[in-house]
């Protein structure tokens, strides 16, 4: 083992495949790409605290309101029968079956807000240059760990499928929610893609120490 | 062995006497075993890594079977009562003729669920031996099989879907049967297994002599 040449706190090291490099903090804009595994490993962008801020905040207003209003209603020989997204989470709510219902509930609901929560919880006192919101490096780390587990996107495709399989037996229509999600599922996607975690955690860290 | 591509100057943080953490990607001494930035727990090598991935592996696969075994959807009208498997149902859609949801519903519930046990086993397998399969194609596969993991549970929101939706008093009513528990639960194991697998290794066994396991 020889002693690394430059101090720990101007590397960089892959996550995925543990290449170190010497740190070079890419412009507004750029990516700082692993050369070996390709891993985008620090993509920085201008006001993006700000902008991450607000699309949460939307993000969880939606899905507040996407849980509550009507989704999808049905109508078949004047029966009809309208639900929410909450409805469908606890379709499996009899017997063993339950268990699936608060894992679905949780999936499509909980912790995609659980995820926005902790977003704005750690990035409010970053981007107004105050110290860290106590705990912000636990709750980043949450929601990080939380990230593959927050599945609206894959509802929504879920429910094309389920609005065509059930088309031939009965009409369908969209309630208001059905459209919040629409949006949700968008806001998600843009949210993830702004966010440089390396940038986040480096301001973490810096508060910390000085 | 040379290091493969075009990029020979690359050396890993074990090689250099550091650990970084997987989470936050801060650069500590070896040895270190939380990192003080985020709280994780740092090993240069998860060498307890691939049991995991093999004992979640298994229950995976365990839980795919009776998955495809048992109902998936009960479907109840006037006249009949009609129990479909995952397969069955898809079959079913074919004879309605939405061929194209049936092949949505065929990929996200038996070509990616298979795809990713094969992918993880090869992966585990891989590491412990000199693949013919290059490290990045390797490492493209571990993304792609992260990725494409959580896509097989649309098959239980559909589920979900239609049955809290087709629930129209003696006309029809569609209820989940109990594949669903168990799908669900070989999905969640699968991601589970793919997130224990330490996709480190993969490039470790380079800078090794052939043959020689990458423990740590």
Partial sequence: MNAPAIPLDEMIVCPHCDAAYRLERPGAGERAVCQRCGTALITPRRKAGVQIIAVSLAVGILIIAATVFPFLSINAAGTSNSVSILDAALAFSDGPLIALSLTTAALIIFVPLARVLLAIYVLVPIVMDRPPARGAAQAFRLSEALRPWSMAEIFAIGCAVALIKISDLADVTFGPAFWMFAALVVLVVVQDNFLCRWSVWKSLDNTQTS | ?216
Avoid at chain 2, 6 to 23: E, F, K, M, N, Y
Avoid at chain 2, 100 to 126: C, E, H, Q, Y
Avoid at chain 2, 144 to 159: A, Q
Wanted: hydrophobic letters at 50%.
């Fill in chain 2, 1 to 216: 062995m040379e290091i493969a591509g075009q990029h020979p100057d690359i050396i890993s943080a074990r090689d250099l006497g550091l650990v970084a953490c997987t989470r936050c990607a801060k650069v500590w001494p070896a040895g270190t075993q939380t990192c003080a930035r985020c709280g994780s727990t740092i090993v240069s090598r998860d060498a307890k890594s691939l049991q995991r991935v093999w004992a979640l592996w298994l229950m995976g696969v365990m839980c795919y079977v009776p998955a495809n075994l048992y109902p998936m959807l009960q479907t109840r009208t006037l006249l009949s009562v009609q129990e479909d498997t995952i397969v069955g149902g898809a079959i079913q859609l074919v004879h309605h003729g939405a061929v194209g949801i049936a092949i949505i519903i065929l990929v996200a519930s038996v070509v990616i669920p298979l795809g990713k046990f094969m992918a993880i086993a090869f992966l585990a397998i891989s590491v412990k031996r000199v693949s013919a399969v290059s490290k990045h194609q390797r490492q493209r596969l571990y993304e792609v099989v992260e990725y494409i993991g959580r896509w097989s549970m649309i098959d239980i929101f559909v589920v979900a879907i239609m049955s809290s939706l087709v629930q129209l008093n003696t006309l029809a009513a569609i209820n989940p049967g109990r594949a669903s528990l168990f799908f669900a639960l070989s999905v969640i194991f699968t991601m589970l297994s793919a997130q224990a697998f330490d996709s480190r290794m993969i490039w470790d066994l380079q800078s090794k002599p052939e043959g020689s396991p990458a423990d740590d």
